[in-house]
């Protein structure tokens, strides 16, 4: 998160000045700023893969290696020609997909990665381990990633972005309400990061996205009724617990609004989700969307300098005020000040 964080963030003010002409787009500095940026999120195959080796439990230089399988020239080339559909390994055929900037296809594969690696361990006589377990492991590993799971990510990916699409097509409305109405409650079960991947997906096959600016006015939201709950409060301890709580929020951190002050009173969290629904349909409705992974924080705003700039800055306001004003005028002080 904090490469991605803070390359997204770079991509943003870069999209800002030169929305304002403040740089040429084919200025040499440009070209500098956009490979500082871009890099990340072009070799997402390898930091996805250290992570998912931690969370897996296995070797995270095999899984580094793994994800060179899938980054390697010979074949990010072939799909870049289109010459070429597929290559063949020992009669099975291995599609050829272009994996940079990828999500699911590395996770899928380090997870098949920690049982190979498992497996191959266990057999192995003691003496052996040190050279070829690893051999072995790489042996399988790779040719199955190209194989199954490669192929299988790239196609759920796909899947996923195609059917948040697909929302948009059949109804904005619709993509706001169900996008902005589940993320609150999501974000509580720890689901939310499964919405990233398809915000990364469409990054890649489109070039933009415009789930994560709806993640923006969750998060919006969630301050907004977090302040309703600070002015509720008269405890001084609590308030600054409150007051906290909702500034992390602007800032794109919603866990402590959340499960420190949200969780406790269900009118404010009911309260959130109907001004994340009502923020996200407005940038449903008006096509908002942000060329490049940034936190969903009030300091975002540069990212979307140019034609969406006041959609922005209204969506903001919209999802404050109504996470604020419902929260505010339904939540009665005594439900605040007896817990």
Sequence with gaps: MPAIAGAGMIKGILAGLIALEVLSADSEAVIILDLVASSVFYFLPFFLAAS?????????????AVAGGFMYPSLLDAAKLGEVSQFSFIGLPIPVINYSATVIPIILSIWALSYINKYVDK??????????????????????????TGPLGAYVGSLL???IEMLFN???ILAGVVVGGIRPIAIVFGMHHAMTPIALQNFADNGFDMMMPMFLMT??????????????SKSK???????SAGVSALLGITEPALFGVLIKYKKAFIACTIASMAGATFFALFGVRI??????????????????????IIGIVLSLGIGFAITYFTLKSKEVNSI
């Design 219 to 232: 998060n919006m939201a969630i301050a907004g009724a977090t302040f309703a709950v600070f002015f509720k």
């Design 123 to 148: 057999f192995m006589p003691n003496v052996l381990r040190t050279v070829f377990t690893p051999t072995l492991t790489l042996f399988i590993a790779i040719p199955f990633a190209l194989i199954a």
């Design 170 to 172: 059949l109804s904005p």
């Design 161 to 163: 972005a195609s059917f």
């Design 291 to 312: 060329y490049g992974y940034i936190l969903s924080s009030i300091v975002s705003l540069v990212a979307y300098v140019g034609p969406y700039f006041w959609f922005a």
């Design 237 to 243: 301890k609590e308030k600054s617990v409150i007051l």
């Design 52 to 64: 998912a080796a931690k969370i897996f439990k296995t070797n995270q230089y095999l899984a580094l």
